[in-house]
């Protein structure tokens, strides 16, 4: 397994825009597909967007996600990003870093390690 840590959360206005971010241990990063997940309080935890293995290859979002952010990835730095724009406050939720060993996908089933999570709280 890898293990995560997600930094870059807080508290943004509407409108405004953020760029998480995940690092990861480990010599085998290159090797997984990474994901975000969001889960907002009360809400079951959801896909947002993966990143397959290779920088430049497959990416996978929700659709309600893909205007809006964009994953990338840093391999020589085993970091792996999400950046968020046009923010609004139905996307406050604490983000999580996820791993997987398949390729791209948004299902939470096949993401075998996960991050603590950042916090991410839009205001009105």
């Known amino acids: 397994q890898v293990q995560l840590v997600e930094s870059g959360g807080g508290l943004v206005q509407a409108g405004g825009s953020l760029r998480l971010s995940c690092a990861a241990s480990?010599?085998?990063?290159?090797?997984?597909?990474m994901g975000w997940f969001r889960q907002a309080p009360g809400k079951e935890r959801e896909f947002v967007a993966a990143a397959s293995r290779n920088i430049g290859g497959t990416t996978c979002y929700a659709d309600s996600m893909k205007a809006r952010f964009t994953i990338s990835r840093d391999n020589g730095k085993n970091t792996v990003y999400l950046q968020m724009s046009s923010l609004n406050p139905e996307d406050t939720a604490v983000y999580y870093c996820a791993a997987s060993s398949r390729p791209c996908s948004g299902s939470i089933s096949v993401f075998e390690s996960w991050g603590q999570g950042t916090q991410v709280t839009v205001s009105s």
């Open positions: 480990g010599r085998t990063f290159s090797t997984y597909t």
